[in-house]
């Protein structure tokens, strides 16, 4: 089954493609809105690309990575692209998705929430290949995604 996994950032999204049944990543990028668009129209290319992509490699089940609700810094780009990435999830052929905070993502891969973030941090090592070259958004993301798969 295919999966997929995002972690929203102020300027854009990092999404990872999991395959659970082989247990590989097969792709993680960037979606990267361009400098010169307004909010409206940012929004818009994240929506408009998640769901190229969601088509692309028939994604099944999703999850994003959200906001921790005692974040200090509220960022409402980024919650805004949370929300735009909820409603191209409902408006695809997606079959479920999850809305995720690091203690509902480490209970889907029932793993422990220092484990997480260790994991996140690089500290911990998860078995999943090239995960050493990825960084903690890029992290974020895969795991997202294998939680995906524990619908």
């Known amino acids: 089954m295919i999966t997929i996994g995002i972690r929203a950032q102020p300027l854009g999204v990092v999404f990872a493609i999991y395959d659970s049944e082989k247990r590989i990543t097969v792709n993680v ?12 129209e940012g929004l818009k290319y994240v929506r408009s690309n998640l769901l190229d992509v969601l088509r692309e490699y028939k994604v099944k089940h999703a999850g994003v990575r959200v906001t921790e609700p005692s974040a200090r810094g509220l960022n409402i780009q980024r919650v805004q692209i949370e929300g735009v990435v909820q409603e191209a999830f409902a408006s695809s052929t997606v079959s479920s998705f999850y809305v995720g905070q690091i203690s509902s993502i480490s209970r889907r891969l029932e793993m422990d929430r220092k484990n997480f973030k260790a994991m996140i941090s690089g500290e911990k090592d998860s078995g999943i290949e090239g995960w050493a070259e990825q960084g903690a958004l890029q992290r974020e993301a895969i795991l997202c995604a294998m939680g995906a798969a524990h619908v």
């Open 29 to 40: 990028e960037e979606i990267k809105i361009p400098a010169a668009f307004g909010v409206p």
